[in-house]
Nanobody
Framework: QVQLVESGGGLVQAGGSLRLSCAASGSIYRINVMGWYRQAPGKQRELVATITSGGTTKSADSVKGRFTISRDNAKNTVYLQMNSLKPEDTAVYFC????????????WGQGTQVTVSS
């Protein structure tokens, strides 16, 4: 089992910045890719960005140029630096990590609220 704990959400004005953190613990060897998803009220959960243990990243078109995902493998922590925030970025942000040895098994954090005011 892997536990994921997010921190860093909050309320910010449009144009501002926030940094989210997600610390992994437990059976760390079971995960490689870590990522962030978000879910706005009334909408489906969507992928924001992912990063492998080797540092390869992917991100949604909606956040490219504004959000940066990074990772500290020594601390088993993934970060999401969010700049130039927009009201449409308001959502609950979830940390995610698929289990690389168990197809279909994914680990999720409890979520952290990000609210961007206009």
């Amino acid at each position: 089992q892997v536990q994921l704990v997010e921190s860093g959400g909050g309320l910010v004005q449009a144009g501002g910045s926030l940094r989210l953190s997600c610390a992994a613990s437990g059976s760390i060897y079971r995960i490689n890719v870590m990522g962030w998803y978000r879910q706005a009220p009334g909408k489906q959960r969507e992928l924001v960005a992912t990063i492998t243990s080797g540092g390869t990243t992917k991100s949604a078109d909606s956040v490219k140029g504004r959000f940066t995902i990074s990772r500290d493998n020594a601390k088993n922590t993934v970060y999401l630096q969010m700049n130039s925030l927009k009201p449409e970025d308001t959502a609950v942000y979830f940390c995610n990590a698929p289990d690389r040895y168990s197809r279909g098994t994914e680990y999720w954090g409890q979520g952290t609220q990000v609210t961007v005011s206009s």
